[in-house]
């Protein structure tokens, strides 16, 4: 991968962050793990209380894409064949014909996933994982770039279902919006008042450049070393008294493949630890399950994989 690989990846990568900016007030960090998981392939789960821009943060960077885009809103009523399509019987010509569902699309945005019944949010296994679809024993593969950026709300919400481990083991991230900062609440307010700010966004790259900057994020390099200290912070919260469910060997690969996109957006063909151990907690902490002691003295998720991170020595502690 050479310099001038990596100068268009960063420049792209500007265009869609200064083009979510406008629609997003004070929000980078949550913008750059978003572009994050859009180059390294994965999926991403936005999770916070209502009303601090979750929808508005997926529909910005699908707005910034010109590819297809599909929205699906999780209800209680929502069927799987809603999500995956469904064979129709068609009279003129006496055979069936599939319709296809709202998985069918470059990017689809899954709005409150979790207010839809365990049964339909399994409905995105498949293609979350394969990137295709299985109806009445027919497969159809779904295009290339595939992302479902997904919304939910806490569990403690009324009218939610938590979703299930498999489930959550599919989405490579999640990220919390958070409350704007005063100043950013005060924009937005100015400019968001009088009409939707995501009416003048205009695609700023498409499909076919973003399957280029994949392909350019495949090449960066990741030294064996790197490698062990995924494996070792993975295997860690496996051992952890504090978990009762660590991280999965699909976890392992997300957080390298993330790693590695980081890298790219970063400048630069090769991973360090420190890329690891930044991207652990978006990557890992939604995956895992707390004991009932570490839940009840107040231990979330998170903070057991950041003291995790910190004890497990990286390849330059090693070399020390």
Known sequence: MGAAELESLTRVVDRIRTNIGTVIEGKPEVVTSTLVVLLAGGHLLIEDVPGVGKT???K??????DCS??????????LPSDVTGVSVFNQDTRQFEFRPGGVFANIVVGDEINRA??????????????RQVTVDNATYVLDTPFMVIATQNPVEMEGTYPLPEAQRDRFMARVSVGYPVENAELAML?????ASPLDDLEPVTDAAELR???DIVETVHVADSVLGYAIGIADATRRSADLVLGASPRATLHLVRAAKAWAAMNGRDYVSSDDLADLAEPVLAHRLVPG???AMAGRTASDIVRRIVQAVPSPEARRA
Not at 69 to 78: M, S, Y
Not at 121 to 128: H, V, W
Not at 190 to 194: I, N, Q, T
């Open 56 to 58: 508005m943060l997926s």
């Open 60 to 65: 910005a960077l699908a707005r910034s894409i």
């Open 69 to 78: 885009v599909r929205r699906i809103q999780f209800t209680p009523d929502l």
């Open 117 to 130: 019944s365990p049964k339909t949010q399994s409905a995105l296994l498949e293609c979350m994982e394969e």
């Open 190 to 194: 100015r400019s968001h008042a009088s």
């Open 212 to 214: 280029k900057l994949a």
């Open 292 to 294: 009932v002691e570490a």
